[in-house]
């Protein structure tokens, strides 16, 4: 099908599944409604006014032919369903191994922040085979990133996380859009997916202007922005402590409880006294108006690498 003008490259497995897909439920739909339409032309035909024909109620009815015109295309029309949905379920749960690239979505462009430390804008760099999850954000109003070549879209929302992930096996370059109206430049917001050979990607990896990895910078950042000050080792503040934190339940003013995911550790940051860690007091300021989404991406990955909260001595 990719030899079709108009119809977008297939740069992953599965996005070559997803077009057997829509074909074949396209060709069965075809075949399912054709014989109507033809029976609908003959019985015009033959009935039509004035044509003398034979009008009397039939004398028998066959039930079986009558339940099977029902029931073999609905399980037909079924096997799709369970089809699509295990397709749905693959595209929304990342191999454990994946690798994480952030992107963070403003208006009009996108950045993204390699786990190594390189930063891109518009254009992403990712390696051939292997599987690349996208952990997404937005600066300001509701972005939607799309890669045609790889079937995937998913809105990008601000204050809040979305995903999408996929494993592009053709070395190429592939256009990457905003599919959700954001503004005036809205038809601006456009880039390139750059899938390179392993090899390549590291070479361009190795070439890229950073010093540090996604942690380091966001360690640099704790320090900078004054966080190190209330929340390092040797601190008179009572401020909670982020050694382990990662991962870890919390228990929140009022009682109740949370993870410290991704998105616990972003809202901190940016929103910290709408859930109080229990037994501190809300005095820490919002960083939301201080600080990009895109230096809260390092933030989190630091806080991240302090690791899981270890039991015991
Ligand atoms: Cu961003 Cu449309």
Redesign the pocket.
Known sequence: MSGLPLWPDQASAYAREVDWLIGSFGVLVTLLAAPVFVLMLLFMLRYRKGRRADRSPPEDRNVWLETSWSVIPFLLVLCFFFWATRMFLIERNPPADAMTIAVV?K??MWKYQHPEGAREINDLHVPAGTPVRLTMTSQDVI?SLYVPALRIKQDVLPRQYTQLWFNADRPGVYPIR?A???GTD?SE?IGRLIVQRPQDYARWLAASDTDAGLAEQGKRLFVRYGCSGCHGPSSPVHAPKLDGLYGSVVGLEGGRVTRADAQYIHDSIVLPNKDVTAGYAPIMPPYGNLIGEDEVVPLVAYIKSLGPRREGP
């Open positions: 979505a208006q009009w972005h905003c959700e109206y954001c809205h917001m």
